[in-house]
Nanobody, 124 residues
Framework: QLQAYGGGLVQAGGSLRLSCVAS????????VGWFRQAPGKEREFVAA????????SRDATVKGRFTCSRDNDKNTVYLQMNSLKPEDTAVYYC???????????????????WGQGTQVTVSS
């Protein structure tokens, strides 16, 4: 089971750190991805991390601003979001799966386990 939290309201230029906590299983053999969905829009890829290698991938719209990392002891993946913009406003979801390969790391259909989402609102 995945749980995402850490969202909130922040001004443009501010920062937030989202956490994705897993219970019932270790994330050590998983790829954990972050996706977001704004009102009226499709769910889109934000970033992902392969736990075993710490390989990370980020969408071009967040490169240089968002960073994905993991904590072994806490079985948690983080999404550090800096220099937030109003267009980053969305519900953010974390997802995980063992079977994600490099070519599908940004495809939500490759992930079978999803958290409940956390709202991020960036005011201008």
């Amino acid at each position: 089971q995945l749980q995402a939290y850490g969202g909130g309201l922040v001004q443009a230029g501010g920062s937030l750190r989202l956490s994705c906590v897993a219970s019932g299983d270790t994330l050590r053999s998983y790829v954990v991805g972050w996706f977001r969905q704004a009102p009226g829009k499709e769910r889109e890829f934000v970033a992902a991390i392969r736990w075993s290698t710490s390989f990370t991938s980020r969408d071009a719209t967040v490169k240089g601003r968002f960073t994905c990392s993991r904590d072994n002891d806490k079985n948690t993946v983080y999404l550090q979001m800096n220099s937030l913009k109003p267009e980053d406003t969305a519900v953010y979801y974390c997802a995980a799966d063992r079977g994600v390969i490099h070519s599908t790391i940004d495809d939500s259909r490759a992930y079978n386990y999803w958290g409940q989402g956390t709202q991020v609102t960036v005011s201008s």
